[in-house]
C-alpha cells in the first residue's frame, strides 16, 4: 500500500507537547482486529478509531515473536538479542532484562518532563523480597514514576497486584493452570489457592487475585493515574500493557455471545470496550485531542488460530503466513496504529516497513530530543509522517523466533537463516508473495549474498544505527556464518 500522509499544523513537533500512551496488547494477530480485517468475526470499533484518526501502518512489526524480548525492544529501542536473552522469554522473578542504566521510553520523556507510568503486565522480569510483597527491581528503577499492575503473564508466578513497589496482597498461596470451560485449550487462574506444600501448585497468588478482573482494574487504574497528572504543567506518559488477548481467555459474562468467534472474539470485544472507556476518559478531561496514543501488540495470534478458523473462520493471522514464535511475517507482523488529532489528520496508511524499535526514536524526535550514541541503537525515527513529509526508508530490520531463529528484511526481500543442520534459507518477496508460499532462495543468489552480509553486521555489530558506540551484551553465535 502507498504512503498517504498530510501534515495538518505548522508548529514544529516539541511545540506541540503531546500528552503519550503506548497500549500493548498481547498476542493479537494481525486480523484480530476489524480495520485490518473485513471478515472479522467481531468489531473492534475503538481500536478501529485509533487507526482511523490517525496513520495505520500496515507493515509495522514487532521486534520479537514472544512477550519479553518484544516489550524489551519496544521500551529500550534495542533488539533484545544484544543482551543475555537469545531465545525465549523470562520467569517473573528473573533478574530484570534491562539494565538500570539503559535508556528506555521512560526515562527519554522523564528527562524531556514528562510524568511517567505504567499499568498492565510488565513480563520483563523483577526481583521481590523473600515472600514476594515488595518489588526490588521493577518499572520504578526504569524510568517510570508509577506503576500499578502484575509481573508477567498469569501461567507465570507471581499473581497479584503490584501498587508502586508493593503487593496491599502478597502472592503466599499456591494455585496451578486449572482448566478453562469458557474456551478452548486454555486454562485459569482462580480461586480456590492452597498454602504452600500441596502439589502440583506451581504459581505463587495473592488471595485477592483473578484472571477475569485484570483487563478492568488495568484500565480503573490508568484512568485514576491520568486524573491526577493531567492537571500538572507537565504533559504524561503512560503505558498500558494489557493482557488480552493472552490465555487465559476469559471475558467478562457481559461480553460473552457478543462475537461469532466464541470465547476469543469476546475477549477482544472486551479489550476493545476498555480501550473505549480510556479513550472516554481523555475527551472528558479535554485532553483527547493533544494525546499521542501508540497502539501495537507484541506478537502474532496463538497457536489456536487454526483452531478459530476451522470453528469459526475467523482468521487472526488475516493473509499472512503462521503466527506467534513463528519467523513468517504472521509472528511479527501487528497491528500498528497512531492517532494525534491535534497533529496528524486521520485517514491516513503508510505502507513502509516499520518497526516497535523506531517508537523511541519517533517520541525523541516529538519531544525535541536527541537520540545518543549509547541508546535505542536499533531505533529510527518516522516522526516526518506527523509533518506531512516521508521519512528516509529504514534500514533492514531483524527478525527473531522464540528459538533464537534469525530472518532479515530490507524493502521487499526477507532472508530466513536456518536453525538447524537440515534446514535451508528461505528468500521470499513479499511485495508479490505475502503469504511466504515461494521460495525464491535460487533465483537471486546475489540478494541473498547481500542480505546475509548486512545480517551479519548489524547482529555482530552491536548496534543498526552506525553513530552508536554500543556493543552487544553478549556475543552472539552464528553456526550459519
Known amino acids: 500500500m502507498?504512503?498517504?500522509?498530510?501534515?495538518?499544523?505548522?508548529?514544529?513537533?516539541?511545540?506541540?507537547?503531546?500528552?503519550?500512551?503506548?497500549?500493548?496488547?498481547?498476542?493479537?494477530?494481525?486480523?484480530?482486529?476489524?480495520?485490518?480485517?473485513?471478515?472479522?468475526?467481531?468489531?473492534?470499533?475503538?481500536?478501529?478509531?485509533?487507526?482511523?484518526?490517525?496513520?495505520?501502518?500496515?507493515?509495522?512489526?514487532?521486534?520479537?515473536?514472544?512477550?519479553?524480548?518484544?516489550?524489551?525492544?519496544?521500551?529500550?529501542?534495542?533488539?533484545?538479542?544484544?543482551?543475555?536473552?537469545?531465545?525465549?522469554?523470562?520467569?517473573?522473578?528473573?533478574?530484570?532484562?534491562?539494565a538500570n542504566d539503559r535508556s528506555t521510553i521512560a526515562t527519554l520523556l522523564k528527562r524531556n518532563g514528562y510524568n511517567t507510568g505504567m499499568v498492565g503486565k510488565w513480563h520483563l522480569g523483577m526481583t521481590f523480597n523473600e515472600d514476594g510483597s515488595k518489588i526490588l527491581d521493577g518499572p520504578l528503577q526504569k524510568g517510570f514514576n508509577y506503576f500499578w499492575g502484575i509481573p508477567a503473564s498469569m501461567n507465570f508466578g507471581y499473581c497479584a497486584w503490584?501498587?508502586?513497589?508493593?503487593?496491599?496482597?502478597?502472592?503466599?498461596?499456591?494455585?496451578?493452570?486449572?482448566?478453562?470451560?469458557?474456551?478452548?485449550?486454555?486454562?485459569?487462574?482462580i480461586p480456590p489457592y492452597e498454602k504452600p506444600g500441596a502439589s502440583k501448585k506451581s504459581i505463587k497468588v495473592a488471595e485477592d487475585f483473578e484472571d477475569i478482573m485484570v483487563l478492568e482494574r488495568f484500565t480503573e487504574k490508568a484512568v485514576q493515574w491520568i486524573g491526577k497528572v493531567h492537571k500538572d504543567d507537565k504533559p504524561f506518559f503512560l503505558y498500558l500493557p494489557l493482557t488480552s488477548p493472552h490465555k487465559p481467555v476469559v471475558p467478562q459474562e457481559r461480553f460473552r455471545g457478543k462475537s461469532e468467534a466464541g470465547a476469543y472474539g469476546d475477549f477482544m470485544i472486551e479489550t476493545?470496550?476498555?480501550i473505549g472507556q480510556l479513550m472516554k476518559a481523555l475527551e472528558e478531561r479535554g485532553i483527547y485531542d493533544n494525546t499521542m496514543i501508540i497502539f501495537s501488540s507484541d506478537n502474532g495470534p496463538e497457536r489456536t488460530w487454526s483452531k478459530r478458523i476451522k470453528l469459526h473462520g475467523h482468521v487472526s493471522n488475516r493473509t499472512l503466513r503462521d503466527g506467534k514464535r513463528s519467523?513468517?511475517?504472521?509472528?511479527?507482523?501487528?497491528?500498528?496504529?497512531?492517532?494525534?488529532?491535534?497533529?496528524?489528520?486521520?485517514?491516513?496508511?503508510?505502507?513502509?516497513?516499520?518497526?516497535?524499535?523506531?517508537?523511541?526514536?519517533?517520541?525523541?524526535e516529538v519531544v525535541g530530543d536527541k537520540v545518543k550514541s549509547d541508546e535505542a541503537e536499533d531505533s529510527f525515527s518516522f516522526?516526518?509522517?506527523?509533518?506531512?513529509?516521508?521519512?528516509?526508508?529504514?534500514?533492514?530490520?531483524?527478525?527473531?523466533?522464540?528459538?533464537?531463529?534469525?530472518a532479515i528484511r530490507e524493502g521487499k526481500w526477507k532472508l530466513i537463516m536456518p536453525n538447524r543442520a537440515n534446514q535451508k534459507m528461505e528468500l521470499y518477496d513479499l511485495e508479490n508473495d505475502l503469504a511466504e508460499?515461494?521460495?525464491?532462495?535460487?533465483?537471486?543468489?546475489?540478494?541473498?549474498?547481500?542480505?546475509?552480509?548486512?545480517?551479519?553486521?548489524?547482529?555482530?555489530?552491536?548496534?543498526?544505527?552506525e553513530e552508536c558506540s554500543s556493543a552487544n551484551d553478549v556475543p552472539m553465535n552464528l553456526s550459519w556464518k
Open 2 to 98: 502507498t504512503a498517504a500522509v498530510v501534515g495538518v499544523a505548522q508548529a514544529t513537533l516539541a511545540d506541540q507537547r503531546p500528552n503519550i500512551i503506548i497500549i500493548y496488547t498481547d498476542d493479537q494477530g494481525y486480523g484480530d482486529c476489524s480495520l485490518l480485517n473485513p471478515e472479522s468475526k467481531f468489531k473492534t470499533p475503538n481500536i478501529d478509531r485509533i487507526g482511523q484518526q490517525g496513520i495505520v501502518f500496515t507493515d509495522g512489526h514487532c521486534s520479537n515473536t514472544v512477550c519479553t524480548p518484544s516489550r524489551y525492544g519496544l521500551l529500550t529501542g534495542r533488539y533484545s538479542w544484544r543482551t543475555r536473552l537469545k531465545q525465549g522469554v523470562l520467569n517473573s522473578d528473573d533478574e530484570p532484562l534491562i
Open 162 to 189: 503490584y501498587d508502586m513497589d508493593f503487593a496491599k496482597v502478597a502472592p503466599r498461596m499456591m494455585t496451578y493452570k486449572k482448566p478453562n470451560k469458557i474456551a478452548v485449550s486454555d486454562y485459569r487462574i
Open 272 to 274: 476493545d470496550f476498555w
Open 327 to 364: 519467523l513468517y511475517d504472521g509472528g511479527h507482523r501487528v497491528p500498528f496504529f497512531i492517532s494525534w488529532p491535534k497533529k496528524i489528520q486521520g485517514g491516513q496508511t503508510f505502507g513502509k516497513p516499520v518497526n516497535q524499535l523506531d517508537i523511541f526514536a519517533t517520541l525523541a
Open 383 to 406: 516522526a516526518q509522517l506527523f509533518e506531512g513529509k516521508m521519512p528516509q526508508p529504514r534500514k533492514a530490520m531483524i527478525h527473531q523466533s522464540m528459538t533464537g531463529q534469525f
Open 437 to 465: 508460499q515461494r521460495n525464491l532462495l535460487d533465483k537471486h543468489p546475489e540478494i541473498v549474498a547481500g542480505l546475509k552480509a548486512k545480517m551479519i553486521k548489524i547482529i555482530d555489530g552491536g548496534k543498526t544505527r
